[in-house]
């Protein structure tokens, strides 16, 4: 197993950071001495994880975006950078899967907003992040937070698998973009995690994902454990790609119990 990275004095923002996966993110690189920024629409509860990083010693600030909407993504960066001097990791970690519909029961609109944020969203981060991190000494790591379903077919997920298939391809992109300038880009496929995305899912009845037993999902705590282990030299392998925690090579990457 490899060890925890270190980083102070390195910044960090977490979009999708007020619940599940990304406030798992945010509380964990804060504990290894990240300044973190969270992002996400719910400006009440991010500000509220903020002060709690706060208050058991990490450095944490909120600020509400919609990754959806380009110039509050620039802004974002642009907070980090003002606060801190650096931008040194982006999780492009926000994502939506409701409403769950099979095609010809889907709504045009609803359909193309997901699009807004799984797909451009990321793009937006990635945009305005890989100049910062080429620009400045150290370079910089970005984690795209993809799916399986960015290599599958599941009835109803028509607008989460052609986004999350959509953000694996940016990552491979961005990689060759950047790399030579020092921006590592990665993927992270989680598995089935406990949050209030695999509720919704449940809630749908639609496709097996919809029927797993709810003790078979990780908690979010192994997610942040990878997106820190991705930070790392270590993990050099997998950039360009999606690193899976369904796999036993990467289960096995952050110390996790391999699947049964
Ligand atoms: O989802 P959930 P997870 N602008 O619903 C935010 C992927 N994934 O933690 O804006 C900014 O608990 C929202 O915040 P708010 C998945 O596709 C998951 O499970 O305040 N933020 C909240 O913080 C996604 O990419 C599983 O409503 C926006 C967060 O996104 C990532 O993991 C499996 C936003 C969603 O929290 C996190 O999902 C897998 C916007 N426009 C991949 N819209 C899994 N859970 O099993 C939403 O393979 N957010």
Redesign the pocket.
């Known amino acids: 197993m490899t060890t925890a990275p270190k980083l102070d004095g390195k910044t960090a923002i977490i979009?999708?950071?007020?619940?599940?996966?990304?406030?798992?993110a945010a509380r964990h690189l804060a504990g290894q001495g990240a300044h973190v920024f969270l992002?996400?629409?719910?400006a009440d509860?991010?500000t509220e994880i903020a002060e709690k990083i706060k208050e058991n010693g990490g450095k944490a600030t909120a600020i509400a975006?919609?990754?959806?909407?380009n110039s509050?993504v620039a802004a974002l960066v642009q907070a980090a950078v003002d606060q801190t001097g650096r931008l040194d990791i982006l999780v492009?970690?926000?994502?939506?899967?409701n409403p769950i519909a099979r095609i010809v029961d889907s709504d045009p609109e609803a359909w193309g907003q997901i699009m807004?944020?799984?797909i451009k969203?990321v793009y937006y981060g990635l945009r305005h992040a890989m100049p910062v991190m080429a620009a400045q000494d150290g370079g910089g790591t970005i984690i795209n937070?993809?799916?399986?379903?960015a290599n599958s077919f599941l009835e109803g997920w028509s607008h989460?698998c052609a986004s999350?298939a959509a953000?694996l391809r940016l990552t491979g992109v961005a990689h060759k973009e950047a790399h030579d300038q020092g921006v590592r880009v990665v993927g992270l496929?989680?598995?089935?995690?406990?949050?209030?995305?695999?509720e919704?899912?449940r809630a749908s009845g639609i496709n097996p994902?919809s029927q797993i037993p709810w003790e078979r999902?990780i908690t979010?705590d192994w997610?942040a454990k990878a997106i820190a282990f991705l930070t790392m030299d270590a993990a050099d392998k997998w950039l360009g790609t999606d690193f899976s925690l369904k796999v036993d090579e990467g289960r096995e990457a952050i110390g996790m119990p391999l699947e049964n």
Request: net charge negative; proline share 4%; no cysteine.
């Open positions: 979009t999708g950071a007020s619940r599940g996966i990304g406030e798992a992002a996400a629409r719910s509860r991010i975006t919609d990754v959806a909407d509050a492009n970690n926000a994502g939506l899967i807004d944020v799984n969203g937070i993809s799916s399986g379903a989460y999350k953000v496929s989680p598995g089935t995690v406990a949050t209030e995305m695999q919704q899912i994902v999902h979010p997610v």
